[in-house]
């Protein structure tokens, strides 16, 4: 599982919003928003898709924690 480092939400999210984020990945804005804020754990696999469509040169562990 990984934890996202919330203090680089906004270099990972840049001009886009959570909403057009979760969209694009197949997630809830809800849940997207729990996971920018700490409150819950992703699987890899979600921590790839918000990683690689936000920023496509950078890695899971750039803006995420394995736990």
Same mark, same amino acid.
């Given at each position: 599982? /990984? *934890?996202?480092?919330?203090?680089?939400?906004?270099? *990972? *999210? @840049?001009?886009?919003?959570?909403?057009?984020?979760?969209?694009?990945?197949?997630?809830?804005?809800? /849940?997207?928003?729990?996971?920018?804020?700490?409150?819950?754990? #992703?699987?890899?696999?979600?921590?790839? #898709?918000?990683? @690689? /469509?936000?920023?496509?040169?950078?890695?899971?562990?750039? /803006?995420?924690?394995?736990?």
């Amino acid at each position: 599982m /990984y *934890l996202f480092k919330a203090e680089l939400k906004k270099e *990972l *999210l @840049k001009n886009k919003t959570t909403r057009e984020v979760a969209d694009k990945i197949g997630i809830t804005e809800s /849940y997207l928003s729990t996971i920018f804020n700490r409150r819950k754990e #992703c699987s890899k696999l979600v921590a790839f #898709c918000i990683v @690689k /469509y936000l920023d496509n040169e950078k890695e899971i562990l750039d /803006y995420f924690d394995r736990v």
